[in-house]
């Protein structure tokens, strides 16, 4: 049987003072993968002061903690690994900087990215923009064709990006997305980020319920 599909969090662009309290409160509230700090804005030092204060947070509850965009910062500040896009560096160097540790590769809406991807040594791929979102401006689009197709032809787990929340994903989980990565889901939930994890949560198990 396939391993049930999972949250991924996403920290948001701006963070609040409070934000450890948060991010815990979050964790706690239920099952989350992993955390990934993007940060597009901060300067090189407030991302490292970020990693410093936040990762003992996530993995201090077995959440791993992947940093966006640089590889060599993400291994040597011990973070769990770190998420590339096709502009974030030569990817077959970011896995020889993260041996040991987790490697994502965006893909878009593209096959041939992602069967690159899985040939640089990607730990998973990540598809999207699925739905429309407000955290970032998004050029590319993917359907959950590309989720039946990757989860059947490839072992690689495949991540789901972009407006997805707790009313949209149910057809993601359907598809065959190992994980769905959301950021406004959470961080935007009117009654706070625990009760946007909980949402999630309860729609992914509903999802794979109905399977
Ligand atoms: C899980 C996940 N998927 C996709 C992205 C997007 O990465 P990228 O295309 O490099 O864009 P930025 O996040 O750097 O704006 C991601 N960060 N995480
Ligand atoms: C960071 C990111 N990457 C995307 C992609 O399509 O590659 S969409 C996106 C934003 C995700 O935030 P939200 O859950 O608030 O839509
Ligand atoms: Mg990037």
Not at 42 to 49: Q, S
Not at 78 to 88: I, S
Not at 139 to 152: C, N, Y
């Given at each position: 049987m ?6 991924y ?8 003072p409070?934000?450890p ?16 700090l993007?940060?597009k804005?901060a ?13 003992p ?6 959440v ?7 590889a060599?910062l ?6 769990d690994?770190?998420?590339?896009g096709?502009e974030d ?9 993260l ?6 590769i ?5 096959r041939?990215l992602a069967?690159?991807?899985g040939e ?6 990540a ?5 429309p ?6 050029r ?6 590309l ?6 032809m490839f072992?690689?787990p495949c991540v ?10 149910a ?9 769905l990565?959301v ?6 939930h009117?009654?706070g980020p625990a009760a946007g ?9 509903e ?5």
């Amino acid at each position: 049987m396939d391993a049930p599909c999972r949250l991924y969090l996403i920290t948001p662009p701006i963070l609040p003072p409070d934000f450890p309290d948060r991010l815990a409160a979050a964790l706690d509230a239920g099952d989350v993968a992993c955390l990934q700090l993007r940060l597009k804005e901060a300067p090189p030092d407030a991302v490292r002061r970020a990693v410093e204060a936040l990762m003992p947070i996530a993995q201090a509850r077995d959440v791993a903690f992947l940093l966006n965009d640089d590889a060599a910062l993400a291994a040597e500040l011990g973070c769990d690994g770190a998420h590339l896009g096709q502009e974030d560096g030569d990817h077959a160097e970011g896995r020889r900087l993260l041996e040991g540790r987790i490697l994502g590769i965006t893909c878009h809406d593209s096959r041939h990215l992602a069967m690159l991807a899985g040939e640089a040594g990607a730990d998973y791929v990540a598809f999207g923009a699925f739905f429309p979102t407000t955290t970032k401006e998004a050029r590319h689009r993917a359907g959950t064709d590309l989720l039946e197709w990757w989860s059947e032809m490839f072992e690689i787990p495949c991540v789901a990006i972009g407006g997805i929340t707790a009313a949209n994903c149910a057809p993601l989980v359907r598809a065959g997305a190992d994980f769905l990565a959301v950021v406004g889901a959470v961080w935007n939930h009117p009654e706070g980020p625990a009760a946007g994890v909980r949402a999630m949560q309860r729609a992914i198990a509903e999802a794979g319920d109905a399977a």
